[in-house]
């Protein structure tokens, strides 16, 4: 029941899903630290881990 009333509300949802999940907790984690961009947040962790993440974005295009 409580994921059909977060289904209108998606942070709410993925806050709900993060308390049973703690891989998406911690991806959550790293996106709110980077102030809350997913893509800011997957450039400095790729660059934090030696990888371009240019290169990346291509190698998935």
Do not use: C, W, Y
């Not at 994921?3 to 984690?29: I, T, Y």
């Not at 790293?30 to 997913?38: E, F």
């Amino acid at each position: 029941m409580s994921m059909l009333q977060g289904a209108r509300d998606p942070q709410a949802m993925l806050q709900a899903m993060a308390q049973n999940n703690p891989q998406l907790k911690q991806v959550m984690d790293i996106v709110q630290k980077h102030g809350g961009d997913p893509m800011t947040a997957f450039q400095a962790e790729a660059r934090a881990r030696g990888m371009d993440p240019n290169q990346i974005m291509n190698m998935l295009r």
